[in-house]
């Protein structure tokens, strides 16, 4: 996913707040951050911590984290705040409501996945699919026929 979304959102939050507000990745290094000379930093110690916080709100390095919404049991990535204090979880908790918004956005958009999906519980209509053009129809051909082999359509 692109650390640019995350960028341009955390960029919005740096107006509102005197924190210091970012997203680490799930290997600890900080892709996106209010203070630009702390991008690309590797805070590795801080992984097990949110990993073992299970989705909780955790401090650890004076710094609070929660980890985004995500579909594996480990993070894939995670807000984080500077301060230990309730300001700080507040400002965490909201960043992370953002940042979830932001990346469920990019996903949907972006994700063929969702896509077929979406098709199936018929959130998008096969109407949608022809207003958008052949190039997209074929995609969604090729996908088809590579979940099912041997299918005719």
């Not at 690309?40 to 985004?68: C, H, I, Y």
């Not at 230990?84 to 994700?111: F, P, Q, R, W």
């Amino acid at each position: 996913m692109s650390g640019r979304i995350f960028q341009n959102v955390v960029l919005q939050l740096k107006e509102n707040t005197d924190r210091t507000v970012g997203v680490i990745d799930a290997e600890g290094i900080v892709i996106a951050c209010s203070e630009l000379s702390m991008i690309g930093q590797r805070w590795a110690e801080n992984v097990p911590v949110v990993n073992a916080a299970g989705g909780s709100m955790v401090t650890s390095d004076g710094k609070t984290f929660k980890a985004l919404n995500g579909w594996s049991n480990q993070f894939d990535y995670a807000a984080f705040a500077f301060g230990d204090n309730e300001i700080s979880k507040t400002v965490c908790a909201m960043a992370t409501v953002a940042l979830n918004g932001a990346k469920t956005y990019y996903e949907e958009k972006h994700d063929k996945a969702t896509f077929v999906k979406n098709i199936i519980s018929d959130n998008i209509m096969l109407g949608d699919i022809y207003a958008s053009g052949p190039r997209t129809i074929d995609g969604l051909r090729t996908l088809a026929q590579g979940m099912y082999p041997g299918l005719e359509l």
